[in-house]
């Protein structure tokens, strides 16, 4: 079996809306070798070229056709190759925390692996390094609401934006683990989280 043939059959193995890299047959051929299969395999329509080096096997949809990974996906597939660790923030942060409903032409993410830019369409992704004090929480919510708040600026935190991290906490029904994470946040932003918490805890209590 040739390495052009070897790389299809691994990928039609593959689940529908798998992203995958040059790097990932890198035991099967060398790197000129596996652009090549994957060139043609581009042409014939069974997987997507999504930036320099990343492929999609796509995901159809009967109503709205191929769809397309989320920068989201992108990153943290990048991030598991990589064995790095990544946390949006920014205008992205604000977007996850639903406080804008723009999707950012730019979306980034503090890591603790190599600083980068990825082009995906029109869509940037930029990958930010950061100090591992910044990455030290793991806990999803906590830290979407610590960029997001950062982004945001202790000045322009209105009722609005603590109305909604409160729903956001409510909803994930996880007020007892950002209590425990926000701590390493800074004194302006835990001081927020601690009396968004308390309220909380206190409307469960009446």
Known sequence: MSIAEQIEKIILQMPSGSIFFISDFMEIGNDITVRQALQRLTKRS????????????????SLLGIVYPTAEQIAQAIAKRDKTRIIPTGSYALFKL?????????VVFLTDGSARKIMVGKQKITFKKTSPRNLATTHKL???????????????????AKQRVTEIIKRSKEAEEVKRNIKSAPVWIKKIAFQIIKEIENEQLA
């Open 98 to 106: 639903g406080l804008t409903t723009q999707i950012p032409m730019n």
């Open 46 to 61: 069974l997987i997507i070229r999504l930036s320099r080096g990343i492929y999609y096997k796509p995901k159809q949809s």
């Open 142 to 160: 906590t830290n979407l609401i610590v960029q997001g708040l950062k982004e945001l600026g202790e000045k322009n935190i209105d009722i609005k």
